[in-house]
Nanobody, 120 residues
Framework: QVHMVESGGGLVQPGGSLRLSCAASGSIFSIRAMGWYRQAPGKQRELVATATSGGSTNYADSVKGRFTISRDNAKNTVYLQMNSLKPEDTAVYYC??????????????WGQGTQVTVSS
């Protein structure tokens, strides 16, 4: 089993910043990728940013230049620094980990989600 604990969401004014954190723990053998997805009310879940174990990153066009994903591999933790936030960034943000455990092959694991609200 892989457990994830997310933190850092909240209410922020437009133009403000937030930093999300997600720590993975449990019977992890290796992590292939870690990332963030978001889901706004009435919309499908969408990719925000991902980072592979090799250091490659990928961002949604809507957040490029504003958000930065980073990893601390020693701590199995992924961060999302969000700057210049806009009201359209309001959503529940979910941490995603692609990991293999001592008991099974690679698969996706999801955090419980953290609310980010951008509003004046």
């Amino acid at each position: 089993q892989v457990h994830m604990v997310e933190s850092g969401g909240g209410l922020v004014q437009p133009g403000g910043s937030l930093r999300l954190s997600c720590a993975a723990s449990g019977s992890i053998f290796s992590i292939r990728a870690m990332g963030w997805y978001r889901q706004a009310p009435g919309k499908q879940r969408e990719l925000v940013a991902t980072a592979t174990s090799g250091g490659s990153t990928n961002y949604a066009d809507s957040v490029k230049g504003r958000f930065t994903i980073s990893r601390d591999n020693a701590k199995n933790t992924v961060y999302l620094q969000m700057n210049s936030l806009k009201p359209e960034d309001t959503a529940v943000y979910y941490c995603n980990v692609v990991a293999s455990t001592w008991y099974g092959p690679s698969k996706d694991y999801w955090g419980q989600g953290t609310q980010v609200t951008v509003s004046s």
